[in-house]
């Protein structure tokens, strides 16, 4: 079965440092993989994906992250972070065989404080 | 992009009642799908809703609890049947865009409270 693992539940970043949050797969095939923002009381805004190509994903929001396929992880980041960007984070896989839904890792929490 | 609204944004149901939530799309989509949340936890899915017929549950999901309906390509409902505290949640509905993006939006949550 497709997955997706979350590692952390909560990350702190002081403002102007550089931020990542961890997401690992098992995925049999090529994974389709996507990185999710929700900011309180908000739905889900996407970020990137990545299908296929290069395994560095630009995104939204200067957020950008990196396929690698010998870890079969997929790590979200930004190089400076900002406390705006405080908010919960979704890493997902396409599971596109299965009617297209999206299963999702269970989310980190990112604080970034002054 | 798609840009998903949905309504009610939050109600409060008392148990043994039903509540109907609506979801709107501004461009017609391929998929669509509704999803539970508890605050500040990961996301659900209950079903695929499927235009012109029956929805497909996700295990622990049935359809005499959770009747959905997709009468056109941008219009979905989702109904919390006979409802209990338990089902005190955010329903978020989602769609799919049209080609091969794969991406998949999603509306702002009917946060539901049931006493």
């Known amino acids: 079965a497709q997955s997706v693992a979350q590692p952390e539940d909560q990350v702190n970043v002081a403002e102007g440092n550089p931020l990542t949050v961890k997401c690992t797969y098992s995925v049999s095939g090529n994974p389709y993989l996507f990185w999710y923002v929700q900011y309180p009381n908000r739905g889900l805004q996407f970020l990137l994906k990545y299908i296929t190509g290069d395994n560095l994903v630009k995104g939204s929001y200067g957020f950008e992250a990196e396929f690698n396929k010998s870890q079969t992880s997929f790590h979200l980041k930004k190089p400076s972070a900002l406390v705006s960007d405080s908010a919960l984070y979704f890493c997902?896989?396409?599971?596109?065989?299965?009617?297209?839904?999206?299963?999702f890792g269970q989310g980190t929490e990112l604080s970034v404080k002054p | 992009s798609a840009v998903i609204s949905q309504k009610p944004s939050r109600d409060i149901c008392q148990r043994g009642t039903s509540l109907t939530i609506q979801c709107q799309v501004d461009?017609?989509?391929?998929?669509m799908f509704w999803y539970r949340q508890q605050p500040g936890q990961s996301l659900t899915l209950i079903a695929t809703?499927?235009?012109?017929?029956?929805?497909?549950?996700e295990s622990g999901f049935v359809i005499d609890k959770f009747p959905i309906s997709r009468p056109n390509l941008t219009f979905s409902t989702l109904t919390v049947s006979n409802m209990s505290p338990e089902d005190s949640s955010i329903y978020l509905c989602s769609a799919t865009g049209t080609g091969n993006s794969y991406e998949q939006y999603f509306g702002p949550g009917t946060r539901l409270t049931v006493t």
């Open positions: 461009s017609q989509v391929t998929m």
């Open positions: 997902a896989t396409l599971s596109y065989n299965q009617g297209g839904k999206l299963i």
């Open positions: 809703a499927n235009q012109g017929s029956e929805a497909t549950y």
